[in-house]
Nanobody
């Protein structure tokens, strides 16, 4: 059974930090890209960051560049999103998702939603207070 399980969400003050985890199972982790997406109430889902489990390439939305870091621990089949200098506008449900890497894969295209993500987690809520 394919599973993506997010954890690490919670309430944090503006300027603080949180680390989200996405634990994957049931598929060949090294062949997939893992992306983080978020959706705030009343807003469209947006890509936040992604990483290739194969070669480690990463990408970030402009809104989080310089503040968020993504990493992959292939031995644990887990991807982490380190979020620093959090802002109230970062408040959203954060989802991790997986897509099989193809030769023309790019992190930018993944963040912009050009690839259909094959597997999705249930999400974890991040709330940033002013």
């Amino acid at each position: 059974e394919v599973q993506l399980v997010e954890s690490g969400g919670g309430l944090v003050q503006a300027g603080g930090s949180l680390t989200l985890s996405c634990a994957a199972s049931g598929f060949t982790f090294d062949d997939y890209a893992i992306g983080w997406f978020r959706q705030a109430p009343g807003k469209e889902r947006e890509g936040v960051s992604c990483i290739s489990s194969s070669d480690g390439r990463t990408g970030f939305a402009d809104s989080v560049k310089g503040r968020f870091t993504i990493s992959s621990d292939n031995a644990k089949n887990t991807v982490y999103l380190q979020m620093n200098s959090l802002k109230p506008e970062d408040t959203a449900v954060y989802y991790c998702a997986a897509a099989l890497i193809i030769p023309e894969w790019s992190p930018e295209a993944t963040i912009m939603g050009y690839y259909g993500m094959e597997y999705w987690g249930k999400g974890t809520l991040v709330t940033v207070s002013s």
